[in-house]
T-cell receptor, first 115, second 112 residues
Framework: EAGVAQSPRYKIIEKRQSVAFWCNPI?????LYWYQQILGQGPKLLIQFQNNGVVDDSQLPKDRFSAERLKGVDSTLKIQPAKLEDSAVYLC?????????????FGPGTRLLVL | EDKVVQSPLSLVVHEGDTVTLNCSYE??????LLWYKQEKKAPTFLFML????IEKKSGRLSSILDKKELFSILNITATQTGDSAVYLC????????????FGKGTLLTVNP
C-alpha cells in the first residue's frame, strides 16, 4: 500500500512570496490533515478535511493560509504572502473512515525555509 | 486548551540501556493516546492506547496508559543506535472529529 505522498520535499522562498504544497493521501482514506511542525516542537494541526469538506480549521491563519481538497482526494495548502515565522515542516496525514480512523499516517513532509 | 507534556525533552543513553519516556495530557473528550517515532522524515505510528492498564508491546518497545492519572509511558529495552529519534506523544480528542494534540517530543540519542 502506497503511503501519503507530498511534494515538493524542500522549498526556499523569500518573505512576501507565495508557495503551495501538495498532498496525496493513502488510497481510500477519507480524512486528510495538514500540520505545521516548527523546529523543536510537535506538529500543530492547521486544517482537517473529511472528504472534501472542512471539519476543523480553527488554527489556520486564514489571512495568509488557504487549503482545498476539491475532489475529496488530494489537497493543496497555500501560503500567501509568506512570513519568516512560516519556516517549518508542513506535514500531511490521512486516516481511514472505519474502526482505524483514530490512527493518522503521515507523509514525508515539505520543509519550507522563508528568507 | 488541550495540552500534552512530554519528559524528558532529550535523553542520551548507551546501547543496551533501558529508557522510559513520559507523556502527560489534559484534553477535552479524551479518546486515545498515540505514540509516534520521528526520524528525519515523517512520524511513523507505534502504538495507540485506549484502555487503562493494558500494555501494548512491539518487540523491544512497550507502552501503557493510565487514564486516572492522565499519563502514558513508552519503554524501550536493550536500546540500539537505530532507536535514536524523536518520540512524539499525541492525545486524540473531540467528538466525531478526531483531533491529535502533540507534545514537543523526546529526543532520544543512543550511543554505541
Amino acid at each position: 500500500e502506497a503511503g501519503v505522498a507530498q511534494s515538493p520535499r524542500y522549498k526556499i522562498i523569500e518573505k512576501r512570496q507565495s508557495v503551495a504544497f501538495w498532498c496525496n493521501p493513502i488510497s481510500g482514506h477519507a480524512t486528510l490533515y495538514w500540520y505545521q511542525q516548527i523546529l523543536g516542537q510537535g506538529p500543530k494541526l492547521l486544517i482537517q478535511f473529511q472528504n472534501n469538506g472542512v471539519v476543523d480549521d480553527s488554527q489556520l491563519p486564514k489571512d495568509r493560509f488557504s487549503a482545498e481538497r476539491l475532489k475529496g482526494v488530494d489537497s493543496t495548502l497555500k501560503i500567501q504572502p509568506a512570513k519568516l515565522e512560516d519556516s517549518a515542516v508542513y506535514l500531511c496525514a490521512s486516516s481511514p473512515w472505519d474502526s482505524q480512523r483514530e490512527t493518522q499516517y503521515f507523509g514525508p513532509g515539505t520543509r519550507l525555509l522563508v528568507l | 486548551e488541550d495540552k500534552v507534556v512530554q519528559s524528558p525533552l532529550s535523553l542520551v543513553v548507551h546501547e543496551g540501556d533501558t529508557v522510559t519516556l513520559n507523556c502527560s495530557y489534559e484534553v477535552t473528550n479524551f479518546r486515545s493516546l498515540l505514540w509516534y517515532k520521528q526520524e528525519k522524515k515523517a512520524p511513523t505510528f507505534l502504538f495507540m492506547l485506549t484502555s487503562s492498564g493494558i500494555e501494548k508491546k512491539s518487540g523491544r518497545l512497550s507502552s501503557i496508559l493510565d487514564k486516572k492519572e492522565l499519563f502514558s509511558i513508552l519503554n524501550i529495552t536493550a536500546t540500539q543506535t537505530g532507536d535514536s529519534a524523536v518520540y512524539l506523544c499525541a492525545a486524540n480528542s473531540g467528538g466525531s472529529n478526531y483531533k491529535l494534540t502533540f507534545g514537543k517530543g523526546t529526543l532520544l540519542t543512543v550511543n554505541p
